[in-house]
């Protein structure tokens, strides 16, 4: 038991020492179980009983239990496996595969607990996350490059239109001076010649508040240069309908059917007179 309390003291005095050891209570949990398991094997072996029926019996039990509890167990062991890649750590801004996204707040033994900007908990098993792909964005700094796309009419100096755009830039409280803002010439479009503003902000979590600041900066600063901000246009033609109403009708002459049929030719009174007689000597 004297060793069980080292081992405790030594968590204890490290925990608080960064988000680094923030599994060390996991492993004092797990330690405090194996001294126990091995101090009660150990006084039973001393009093005489016998105890390798017991050991039979755990190891029956000990399958009945990993069966029982599969899900508990994985995700144990999924905590050990990120804890050991340091793929994250309490305060790390983490975007996962499946659209979750957040600052961890809490790493436990069977799950961690993300807090989303709509201030949500969303507490993810361990197990998911070891097989997860996730995009951990405060490391390895928590700088992050924004792009904030731009376009402008042809016929812009554009010269003057990048120089503009670094000044806002650099206005902006929230973007760094270093790396320095930059203007980027991305292509020529079909309505625009289109830019990109590339600077940084110093947490992923300023993105949104600084693409904010930047495009109503943009918008009010290109108004007073006079320079345009082209748009889709498009031309509507309006026909009138009583043109299309005095027309003949192309369903004149169509059969039920929709077929057009063919005129007969009128027959003459002789025409008759034949087929009549043709009938009779039949007849006869």
């Not at 983490?94 to 807090?115: C, M, P, Q, Y």
């Not at 554009?158 to 803002?181: G, K, N, Q, Y």
Request: glycine share 8%; hydrophobic share 40%.
């Amino acid at each position: 038991m004297g060793l069980n309390r080292l081992v405790n003291r030594l968590v204890d005095a490290v925990k608080d020492k960064g988000s680094r050891y923030d599994f060390a209570p996991v492993f004092s949990n797990v330690w405090t179980i194996v001294v126990s398991v091995g101090t009660i094997g150990a006084l039973l072996y001393i009093w005489g009983i016998e105890i390798t029926p017991l050991f039979a019996g755990a190891g029956i039990a000990g399958i009945a239990v990993g069966f029982a509890a599969k899900d508990t167990v994985a995700n144990f062991f999924g905590g050990i496996a990120l804890y050991f890649d340091d793929t994250y750590k309490i305060g790390d801004y983490v975007v996962l595969d499946s659209g979750e996204a957040g600052t961890v707040v809490k790493v436990g033994i069977r799950s961690t607990t993300l807090l989303t900007r709509d201030e949500l908990l969303v507490t993810v098993p361990n197990s998911v996350l070891n097989a997860a792909k996730i995009i951990n964005e405060s490391a390895p700094n928590r700088c992050r490059r924004l792009k904030v796309p731009v376009g402008v009419t042809y016929g812009t100096d554009v010269d003057a239109f990048e120089e503009l755009l670094t000044d806002i830039a650099l206005d902006e409280p929230l973007v760094l001076d270093s790396p320095r803002p930059r203007p980027r010439f991305r292509r020529f479009g079909a309505d625009a010649l289109e830019y990109e503003l590339v600077c940084w902000v110093n947490s992923p979590l300023k993105r949104g508040k600084a693409t904010h600041n930047l495009n109503r900066e943009i918008y009010k600063r290109l108004n007073d240069a006079g320079i345009g901000i082209p748009f889709p246009q498009r031309d509507v033609h309006v026909h009138s309908a009583d043109a299309e109403a005095t027309r003949q009708s192309p369903a004149a002459g169509l059969s039920n059917s929709g077929v057009r049929q063919p005129t007969r030719a009128r027959e003459t009174a002789g025409d008759v007179a034949d087929a009549d007689e043709d009938d009779s000597a039949y007849d006869e």
